[in-house]
Protein backbone atom coordinates (compact mmCIF):
# COMPACT_ATOMS: atom_id res chain seq x y z
CA UNK A 1 0.00 0.00 0.00
CA UNK A 2 0.86 3.49 -0.73
CA UNK A 3 0.53 6.57 1.92
CA UNK A 4 0.96 10.28 1.59
CA UNK A 5 2.78 10.44 4.32
CA UNK A 6 4.82 7.43 6.28
CA UNK A 7 6.39 8.83 9.85
CA UNK A 8 9.36 7.09 11.12
CA UNK A 9 8.89 7.15 15.24
CA UNK A 10 5.89 6.71 17.39
CA UNK A 11 6.77 9.23 20.15
CA UNK A 12 5.26 12.28 20.66
CA UNK A 13 6.51 14.46 17.98
CA UNK A 14 5.99 11.97 15.29
CA UNK A 15 2.54 11.01 16.99
CA UNK A 16 1.56 14.71 16.67
CA UNK A 17 2.31 15.20 13.33
CA UNK A 18 0.64 11.93 11.93
CA UNK A 19 -2.49 13.68 13.90
CA UNK A 20 -2.32 16.85 12.25
CA UNK A 21 -1.83 15.88 8.89
CA UNK A 22 -4.10 12.90 9.43
CA UNK A 23 -7.04 15.11 10.62
CA UNK A 24 -6.16 17.64 7.03
CA UNK A 25 -7.11 14.33 5.17
CA UNK A 26 -3.59 12.72 3.82
CA UNK A 27 -3.20 8.81 4.33
CA UNK A 28 -0.81 8.33 7.19
CA UNK A 29 1.28 5.66 8.40
CA UNK A 30 3.22 5.64 11.86
CA UNK A 31 5.60 3.17 12.74
CA UNK A 32 7.09 2.41 15.78
CA UNK A 33 10.15 -0.31 16.41
CA UNK A 34 8.90 -0.58 19.98
CA UNK A 35 6.15 -3.13 21.40
CA UNK A 36 4.48 0.47 22.87
CA UNK A 37 4.20 3.78 21.33
CA UNK A 38 5.34 6.61 23.12
CA UNK A 39 8.85 7.15 22.99
CA UNK A 40 9.62 8.98 26.53
CA UNK A 41 6.37 8.83 27.11
CA UNK A 42 6.20 5.53 27.59
CA UNK A 43 4.98 4.27 31.47
CA UNK A 44 5.84 0.31 32.66
CA UNK A 45 4.89 -1.77 35.25
CA UNK A 46 6.72 -3.91 37.38
CA UNK A 47 4.68 -5.67 40.13
CA UNK A 48 1.54 -3.86 39.81
CA UNK A 49 3.48 -0.74 40.24
CA UNK A 50 3.45 1.61 36.92
CA UNK A 51 6.42 3.76 36.78
CA UNK A 52 6.98 7.03 33.75
CA UNK A 53 9.99 6.41 31.56
CA UNK A 54 10.59 10.43 30.81
CA UNK A 55 7.47 12.58 31.51
CA UNK A 56 7.42 13.85 34.51
CA UNK A 57 5.17 17.27 34.34
CA UNK A 58 4.01 19.63 32.07
CA UNK A 59 4.15 24.02 32.04
CA UNK A 60 1.43 26.25 30.67
CA UNK A 61 -1.32 24.27 30.66
CA UNK A 62 -3.92 26.27 32.15
CA UNK A 63 -6.60 27.17 29.81
CA UNK A 64 -5.28 29.99 27.01
CA UNK A 65 -1.75 29.55 27.91
CA UNK A 66 0.62 28.14 25.41
CA UNK A 67 0.48 23.92 25.73
CA UNK A 68 -3.25 24.50 26.06
CA UNK A 69 -4.00 25.94 23.21
CA UNK A 70 -1.66 22.97 21.67
CA UNK A 71 -3.05 20.07 23.91
CA UNK A 72 -6.98 21.44 23.22
CA UNK A 73 -6.28 20.92 19.19
CA UNK A 74 -4.93 17.46 19.50
CA UNK A 75 -8.17 16.54 22.14
CA UNK A 76 -5.96 15.50 25.23
CA UNK A 77 -7.36 17.91 27.68
CA UNK A 78 -9.69 15.36 29.17
CA UNK A 79 -7.02 13.05 30.26
CA UNK A 80 -6.14 13.30 34.34
CA UNK A 81 -4.19 16.32 34.32
CA UNK A 82 -3.07 17.48 38.02
CA UNK A 83 -1.54 20.48 38.93
CA UNK A 84 1.54 21.45 41.21
CA UNK A 85 1.11 22.75 44.25
CA UNK A 86 0.54 26.95 42.95
CA UNK A 87 2.36 27.42 46.50
CA UNK A 88 5.54 25.29 45.78
CA UNK A 89 5.41 23.59 42.11
CA UNK A 90 9.10 22.83 42.12
CA UNK A 91 11.60 23.39 45.39
CA UNK A 92 15.39 24.19 44.98
CA UNK A 93 17.85 22.40 47.53
CA UNK A 94 21.28 24.05 47.33
CA UNK A 95 23.80 22.41 50.15
CA UNK A 96 20.33 22.05 52.05
CA UNK A 97 18.96 25.68 51.52
CA UNK A 98 15.50 25.21 50.54
CA UNK A 99 13.96 28.24 47.99
CA UNK A 100 10.28 27.83 46.33
CA UNK A 101 9.46 28.03 42.86
CA UNK A 102 5.46 30.00 43.43
CA UNK A 103 2.94 29.88 40.09
CA UNK A 104 2.45 32.74 38.47
CA UNK A 105 5.10 35.28 37.33
CA UNK A 106 3.99 38.05 39.76
CA UNK A 107 3.67 35.46 42.97
CA UNK A 108 7.18 33.82 41.93
CA UNK A 109 8.68 37.52 41.77
CA UNK A 110 7.46 38.09 45.32
CA UNK A 111 8.57 35.01 46.79
CA UNK A 112 11.59 35.16 45.62
CA UNK A 113 12.03 38.77 46.89
CA UNK A 114 11.07 38.04 49.74
CA UNK A 115 14.38 35.84 50.30
CA UNK A 116 16.71 38.19 47.81
CA UNK A 117 15.06 41.73 48.99
CA UNK A 118 17.88 43.93 46.85
CA UNK A 119 16.97 42.03 43.93
CA UNK A 120 13.26 42.77 43.91
CA UNK A 121 14.01 45.62 40.69
CA UNK A 122 16.06 42.81 39.26
CA UNK A 123 14.15 39.82 39.30
CA UNK A 124 11.06 41.78 37.57
CA UNK A 125 13.38 42.18 34.25
CA UNK A 126 14.19 38.79 35.12
CA UNK A 127 10.60 38.15 34.78
CA UNK A 128 9.79 40.57 31.73
CA UNK A 129 12.17 38.61 29.61
CA UNK A 130 10.59 35.15 30.50
CA UNK A 131 6.92 36.78 30.13
CA UNK A 132 8.17 38.49 26.52
CA UNK A 133 9.13 34.99 25.51
CA UNK A 134 6.41 33.09 26.65
CA UNK A 135 3.67 35.70 25.35
CA UNK A 136 5.19 35.40 22.02
CA UNK A 137 5.77 31.99 21.32
CA UNK A 138 3.27 31.77 18.44
CA UNK A 139 4.70 34.95 16.57
CA UNK A 140 7.25 31.97 15.36
CA UNK A 141 4.18 30.76 13.57
CA UNK A 142 3.95 34.35 11.02
CA UNK A 143 6.49 33.57 8.15
CA UNK A 144 6.23 37.98 7.69
CA UNK A 145 8.02 37.76 10.76
CA UNK A 146 10.14 34.72 11.40
CA UNK A 147 13.24 36.32 10.34
CA UNK A 148 12.87 39.51 12.73
CA UNK A 149 11.94 36.79 15.66
CA UNK A 150 14.74 34.80 14.98
CA UNK A 151 16.88 37.63 15.41
CA UNK A 152 15.46 38.75 19.04
CA UNK A 153 18.08 39.43 21.78
CA UNK A 154 16.54 36.02 23.25
CA UNK A 155 18.16 34.35 20.14
CA UNK A 156 21.13 36.02 19.79
CA UNK A 157 22.13 36.64 23.92
CA UNK A 158 22.91 33.11 26.01
CA UNK A 159 20.76 32.39 28.74
CA UNK A 160 24.03 32.11 31.25
CA UNK A 161 25.05 35.65 30.22
CA UNK A 162 21.28 36.84 30.53
CA UNK A 163 21.26 36.12 34.73
CA UNK A 164 24.93 37.06 35.11
CA UNK A 165 24.07 40.38 33.45
CA UNK A 166 20.93 40.65 35.20
CA UNK A 167 20.58 39.09 38.50
CA UNK A 168 23.83 40.37 41.03
CA UNK A 169 23.30 37.88 43.56
CA UNK A 170 25.44 34.77 42.79
CA UNK A 171 23.12 32.29 44.86
CA UNK A 172 20.17 33.67 43.70
CA UNK A 173 21.46 33.34 40.38
CA UNK A 174 21.88 29.42 40.92
CA UNK A 175 18.42 29.60 42.49
CA UNK A 176 17.10 30.53 39.04
CA UNK A 177 18.65 28.25 37.45
CA UNK A 178 17.97 25.33 39.53
CA UNK A 179 15.40 23.63 37.86
CA UNK A 180 17.08 23.44 34.43
CA UNK A 181 17.76 19.66 35.09
CA UNK A 182 14.71 20.09 32.28
CA UNK A 183 17.90 21.12 29.53
CA UNK A 184 20.81 20.86 29.77
CA UNK A 185 22.94 24.34 30.94
CA UNK A 186 25.91 25.30 29.51
CA UNK A 187 27.54 28.71 29.11
CA UNK A 188 26.22 29.24 25.58
CA UNK A 189 22.73 27.49 26.00
CA UNK A 190 20.20 29.64 23.34
CA UNK A 191 18.05 32.54 26.28
CA UNK A 192 15.09 31.85 24.02
CA UNK A 193 15.08 27.70 25.17
CA UNK A 194 16.26 28.92 29.01
CA UNK A 195 13.18 31.80 28.97
CA UNK A 196 10.46 29.40 26.65
CA UNK A 197 10.83 26.28 29.85
CA UNK A 198 11.17 28.11 32.40
CA UNK A 199 7.89 30.43 31.94
CA UNK A 200 5.80 27.50 31.07
CA UNK A 201 6.12 25.84 34.33
CA UNK A 202 5.78 29.04 36.42
CA UNK A 203 3.12 29.41 34.55
CA UNK A 204 0.96 26.83 35.29
CA UNK A 205 2.55 23.12 36.39
CA UNK A 206 1.24 19.70 35.50
CA UNK A 207 0.92 16.02 36.20
CA UNK A 208 -0.95 13.39 34.89
CA UNK A 209 -2.39 10.82 36.83
CA UNK A 210 -1.46 7.30 35.30
CA UNK A 211 1.50 7.83 33.26
CA UNK A 212 2.16 9.83 30.18
CA UNK A 213 1.47 7.06 28.21
CA UNK A 214 -1.68 8.11 28.06
CA UNK A 215 -0.69 11.22 25.57
CA UNK A 216 0.69 8.81 23.16
CA UNK A 217 -2.26 6.21 23.07
CA UNK A 218 -4.38 9.01 22.73
CA UNK A 219 -2.88 10.43 19.94
CA UNK A 220 -3.06 6.84 18.26
CA UNK A 221 -6.47 6.63 18.80
CA UNK A 222 -7.03 9.60 16.99
CA UNK A 223 -5.09 9.05 14.18
CA UNK A 224 -6.87 5.57 13.56
CA UNK A 225 -10.51 7.22 13.67
CA UNK A 226 -8.72 9.69 11.00
CA UNK A 227 -8.31 6.91 8.89
CA UNK A 228 -4.62 6.57 8.96
CA UNK A 229 -2.34 3.80 10.76
CA UNK A 230 -0.17 2.94 13.46
CA UNK A 231 1.91 0.43 13.50
CA UNK A 232 4.30 -0.98 16.76
CA UNK A 233 7.23 -3.73 16.05
CA UNK A 234 7.63 -1.94 12.74
CA UNK A 235 11.75 -1.14 12.87
CA UNK A 236 12.58 0.69 9.76
CA UNK A 237 15.77 -0.63 8.51
CA UNK A 238 16.15 1.57 5.07
CA UNK A 239 15.00 4.81 3.37
CA UNK A 240 15.46 3.72 -0.33
CA UNK A 241 16.43 6.44 -2.15
CA UNK A 242 15.05 6.64 -6.71
CA UNK A 243 16.52 9.12 -8.68
CA UNK A 244 17.15 12.61 -5.51
CA UNK A 245 13.43 11.43 -3.71
CA UNK A 246 12.65 9.09 -1.02
CA UNK A 247 9.88 6.08 -2.41
CA UNK A 248 9.72 3.44 0.32
CA UNK A 249 10.50 2.45 3.93
CA UNK A 250 11.90 -1.22 4.44
CA UNK A 251 10.35 -2.52 7.38
CA UNK A 252 11.90 -5.19 9.65
CA UNK A 253 14.49 -6.20 6.61
CA UNK A 254 11.56 -6.58 4.28
CA UNK A 255 8.15 -5.15 3.81
CA UNK A 256 8.17 -2.04 1.83
CA UNK A 257 6.08 0.87 2.53
CA UNK A 258 5.52 3.37 0.03
CA UNK A 259 4.61 6.81 0.11
CA UNK A 260 4.75 10.27 -1.14
CA UNK A 261 6.46 12.17 1.74
CA UNK A 262 8.55 10.42 5.15
CA UNK A 263 8.81 12.44 8.10
CA UNK A 264 11.80 11.33 10.33
CA UNK A 265 10.79 11.53 14.45
CA UNK A 266 14.35 9.63 15.02
CA UNK A 267 17.79 11.59 15.29
CA UNK A 268 19.04 13.04 12.22
CA UNK A 269 22.02 10.88 12.71
CA UNK A 270 20.21 7.92 12.93
CA UNK A 271 17.82 9.08 10.30
CA UNK A 272 20.43 9.49 7.35
CA UNK A 273 22.11 6.22 8.68
CA UNK A 274 18.73 4.67 7.19
CA UNK A 275 19.74 6.55 3.40
CA UNK A 276 22.20 3.31 2.61
CA UNK A 277 22.86 5.34 -0.96
CA UNK A 278 22.38 8.29 -2.02
CA UNK A 279 22.61 11.15 -5.09
CA UNK A 280 21.71 14.10 -2.75
CA UNK A 281 23.26 13.67 0.46
CA UNK A 282 26.43 14.45 0.20
CA UNK A 283 29.43 13.34 2.48
CA UNK A 284 30.06 16.36 3.62
CA UNK A 285 26.43 17.22 5.36
CA UNK A 286 26.33 13.69 7.21
CA UNK A 287 29.56 14.95 8.89
CA UNK A 288 28.46 18.33 9.38
CA UNK A 289 24.94 16.58 10.80
CA UNK A 290 27.61 14.03 13.07
CA UNK A 291 29.67 16.18 14.48
CA UNK A 292 27.25 18.75 16.12
CA UNK A 293 27.50 17.73 20.09
CA UNK A 294 24.35 15.94 22.00
CA UNK A 295 23.32 16.43 24.92
CA UNK A 296 23.85 15.01 28.27
CA UNK A 297 21.75 11.33 28.72
CA UNK A 298 20.20 10.52 32.02
CA UNK A 299 20.17 7.97 34.84
CA UNK A 300 16.86 7.46 36.45
CA UNK A 301 16.36 5.27 39.62
CA UNK A 302 13.16 4.61 39.60
CA UNK A 303 12.18 3.68 43.16
CA UNK A 304 9.12 1.53 44.80
CA UNK A 305 8.21 2.50 48.26
CA UNK A 306 6.88 1.18 51.51
CA UNK A 307 4.55 3.43 53.61
CA UNK A 308 6.57 6.15 55.32
CA UNK A 309 7.47 9.06 52.31
CA UNK A 310 4.69 11.85 52.54
CA UNK A 311 3.70 12.21 48.61
CA UNK A 312 4.74 15.40 47.76
CA UNK A 313 2.74 17.86 45.12
CA UNK A 314 5.53 19.85 43.69
CA UNK A 315 9.45 18.12 42.37
CA UNK A 316 12.34 19.00 44.24
CA UNK A 317 15.90 19.38 42.24
CA UNK A 318 18.49 19.07 44.78
CA UNK A 319 21.97 20.29 44.37
CA UNK A 320 25.66 19.98 46.25
CA UNK A 321 27.85 22.15 43.65
CA UNK A 322 28.32 25.64 43.21
CA UNK A 323 28.61 25.39 39.45
CA UNK A 324 25.36 24.52 37.71
CA UNK A 325 25.96 25.41 34.57
CA UNK A 326 29.00 22.96 34.62
CA UNK A 327 27.78 19.98 36.70
CA UNK A 328 27.77 17.60 33.11
CA UNK A 329 31.11 18.05 33.36
CA UNK A 330 31.74 15.37 36.00
CA UNK A 331 35.12 13.46 36.03
CA UNK A 332 33.94 10.09 37.17
CA UNK A 333 30.33 8.34 37.20
CA UNK A 334 30.82 7.90 40.84
CA UNK A 335 30.34 11.78 41.05
CA UNK A 336 26.95 13.01 41.78
CA UNK A 337 26.17 16.85 42.43
CA UNK A 338 22.53 17.29 41.34
CA UNK A 339 19.21 15.48 41.12
CA UNK A 340 15.90 15.51 40.32
CA UNK A 341 13.29 13.89 42.08
CA UNK A 342 9.82 13.71 40.82
CA UNK A 343 6.52 12.47 42.73
CA UNK A 344 4.06 9.75 41.23
CA UNK A 345 0.40 11.28 41.83
CA UNK A 346 -1.09 7.78 44.23
CA UNK A 347 -3.66 6.35 42.45
CA UNK A 348 -5.38 5.25 45.67
CA UNK A 349 -5.67 8.72 47.22
CA UNK A 350 -3.04 7.97 49.55
CA UNK A 351 -0.88 10.53 51.46
CA UNK A 352 2.23 8.22 51.09
CA UNK A 353 4.17 8.13 48.07
CA UNK A 354 4.20 4.86 45.89
CA UNK A 355 7.20 5.46 43.68
CA UNK A 356 9.36 7.93 42.89
CA UNK A 357 11.96 8.94 40.15
CA UNK A 358 15.61 10.30 41.02
CA UNK A 359 16.87 11.43 37.96
CA UNK A 360 20.77 12.75 37.45
CA UNK A 361 22.48 13.53 34.27
CA UNK A 362 24.73 10.55 33.08
CA UNK A 363 27.56 10.71 30.00
CA UNK A 364 27.54 8.40 27.38
CA UNK A 365 31.03 7.51 27.83
CA UNK A 366 29.72 6.22 31.37
CA UNK A 367 28.10 3.59 29.55
CA UNK A 368 30.06 3.30 26.12
CA UNK A 369 32.02 0.16 27.27
CA UNK A 370 28.41 -1.67 26.88
CA UNK A 371 27.41 0.34 23.75
CA UNK A 372 27.58 -3.20 21.23
CA UNK A 373 25.35 -5.00 24.01
CA UNK A 374 21.69 -5.78 23.68
CA UNK A 375 18.99 -5.33 26.42
CA UNK A 376 19.00 -7.56 29.55
CA UNK A 377 22.00 -9.09 28.04
CA UNK A 378 24.04 -6.74 29.39
CA UNK A 379 26.39 -8.86 31.57
CA UNK A 380 26.83 -8.79 35.35
CA UNK A 381 29.68 -5.67 35.48
CA UNK A 382 26.55 -3.54 33.73
CA UNK A 383 24.04 -4.44 36.69
CA UNK A 384 26.85 -3.94 39.20
CA UNK A 385 27.18 -0.87 37.75
CA UNK A 386 23.61 0.48 37.88
CA UNK A 387 23.04 -0.93 41.27
CA UNK A 388 26.14 0.94 42.44
CA UNK A 389 24.17 4.44 40.79
CA UNK A 390 21.26 3.44 42.47
CA UNK A 391 22.46 3.24 45.86
CA UNK A 392 24.28 6.53 45.02
CA UNK A 393 21.22 8.33 44.14
CA UNK A 394 19.57 6.85 47.33
CA UNK A 395 22.17 7.65 49.61
CA UNK A 396 21.93 11.42 47.81
CA UNK A 397 18.16 12.05 48.57
CA UNK A 398 18.43 10.59 51.67
CA UNK A 399 19.82 13.19 53.13
CA UNK A 400 16.63 15.58 52.80
CA UNK A 401 13.61 13.36 52.48
CA UNK A 402 13.36 11.54 56.09
CA UNK A 403 13.12 8.15 56.11
CA UNK A 404 13.37 7.44 52.52
CA UNK A 405 16.29 4.36 52.53
CA UNK A 406 14.33 2.49 55.19
CA UNK A 407 10.92 2.67 52.64
CA UNK A 408 12.60 1.37 49.48
CA UNK A 409 11.13 -1.85 48.42
CA UNK A 410 12.50 -2.19 44.76
CA UNK A 411 14.79 -0.87 42.53
CA UNK A 412 13.93 -0.27 38.78
CA UNK A 413 17.29 1.35 36.86
CA UNK A 414 17.76 3.21 33.50
CA UNK A 415 20.32 4.76 31.93
CA UNK A 416 21.72 6.60 28.54
CA UNK A 417 21.65 2.62 26.85
CA UNK A 418 18.19 2.19 28.02
CA UNK A 419 16.94 5.35 26.06
CA UNK A 420 19.05 4.57 23.04
CA UNK A 421 17.61 1.05 23.22
CA UNK A 422 13.96 1.57 23.79
CA UNK A 423 13.46 5.26 22.27
CA UNK A 424 15.96 5.23 19.06
CA UNK A 425 17.44 8.32 20.65
CA UNK A 426 21.03 8.88 19.30
CA UNK A 427 23.56 8.15 22.48
CA UNK A 428 20.54 8.44 24.78
CA UNK A 429 20.86 12.04 25.40
CA UNK A 430 18.48 13.23 27.09
CA UNK A 431 17.63 16.67 24.98
CA UNK A 432 18.88 16.20 21.82
CA UNK A 433 21.54 18.13 20.05
CA UNK A 434 22.96 20.67 22.30
CA UNK A 435 21.81 24.18 21.08
CA UNK A 436 24.54 26.53 20.86
CA UNK A 437 23.32 30.36 21.16
CA UNK A 438 26.60 31.35 18.99
CA UNK A 439 26.30 28.93 16.41
CA UNK A 440 22.18 29.20 16.34
CA UNK A 441 21.99 27.87 12.35
CA UNK A 442 24.48 25.23 12.94
CA UNK A 443 22.75 23.71 16.27
CA UNK A 444 18.81 24.88 15.18
CA UNK A 445 17.78 22.91 12.76
CA UNK A 446 14.53 22.98 10.41
CA UNK A 447 12.45 20.21 9.25
CA UNK A 448 14.04 20.42 5.59
CA UNK A 449 16.48 17.92 4.46
CA UNK A 450 18.62 17.71 1.52
CA UNK A 451 16.40 15.13 0.45
CA UNK A 452 13.11 17.35 -0.86
CA UNK A 453 11.01 14.29 0.39
CA UNK A 454 12.41 13.83 4.18
CA UNK A 455 11.48 15.93 7.14
CA UNK A 456 12.32 15.77 10.86
CA UNK A 457 10.41 16.65 13.73
CA UNK A 458 10.97 16.20 17.77
CA UNK A 459 13.12 17.99 19.84
CA UNK A 460 16.67 17.61 17.89
CA UNK A 461 15.43 20.41 16.00
CA UNK A 462 14.30 23.98 17.22
CA UNK A 463 12.94 23.31 20.86
CA UNK A 464 12.91 19.84 23.04
CA UNK A 465 10.34 19.16 25.97
CA UNK A 466 6.61 18.64 25.71
CA UNK A 467 5.49 22.02 24.42
CA UNK A 468 8.68 22.54 22.52
CA UNK A 469 7.91 19.06 20.59
CA UNK A 470 4.43 19.82 20.49
CA UNK A 471 5.74 23.14 18.50
CA UNK A 472 8.25 21.42 16.34
CA UNK A 473 5.77 19.29 15.46
CA UNK A 474 3.49 21.99 13.17
CA UNK A 475 6.93 23.58 11.77
CA UNK A 476 6.98 20.33 10.38
CA UNK A 477 3.60 19.73 9.24
CA UNK A 478 3.27 23.41 7.84
CA UNK A 479 6.22 22.11 5.06
CA UNK A 480 3.10 20.02 3.86
CA UNK A 481 0.22 21.70 4.91
CA UNK A 482 1.43 25.25 4.60
CA UNK A 483 1.64 27.80 7.49
CA UNK A 484 -1.90 29.31 6.69
CA UNK A 485 -3.09 25.76 7.39
CA UNK A 486 -0.96 25.23 10.61
CA UNK A 487 -2.81 28.62 12.07
CA UNK A 488 -6.30 27.99 10.92
CA UNK A 489 -6.12 24.39 12.88
CA UNK A 490 -5.04 26.34 15.89
CA UNK A 491 -7.08 29.21 15.40
CA UNK A 492 -4.28 31.73 15.29
CA UNK A 493 -6.02 34.38 13.25
Not at 409 to 422: A, G
Not at 447 to 463: A, E, F, H, V, Y
Amino acid sequence: MKYDVVIIGGGLGGLECGYTLAKSGKSVCVLEQGVVLGGCLQTFKRKRTEFDTGFHYIGALEEGQSLWRLFDFFQLMDLPWRRLDDSCFDEVILHGERFKFVSGRANFVEELASRFPSQRENLKKYMDMLSDVGDNIFKSFDTAEAVDFYQKPAFVNSAYDFLNETITDPKLRNVLAGTSLKMELHPNLPLYIYAQINDSFIQSAWRIEGGGQQIADRLAEHIRSFGGEVRTKALVTELVEEDGKLVAAIVNGEERIEADLFISNAHPVATLDLVKESQVIKKIYRKRIAGIPNTFGMFTANIKLKNGVPYLNRNQFIYETDDLWHYCDYDTANQMDAALISYQKPMDGSSFARNIDILTPMNWRDVEEWKDSKVMRRGESYEAFKMRKAEQCIDYASKYIDGLKDCVEDIYTSTPLTYRDYTYTYEGSAYGIKKDFSKLMFTMLTPRTPLPNLLLTGQNLNLHGILGVSMTSFFTCAEILGMDKIKDLLKLR
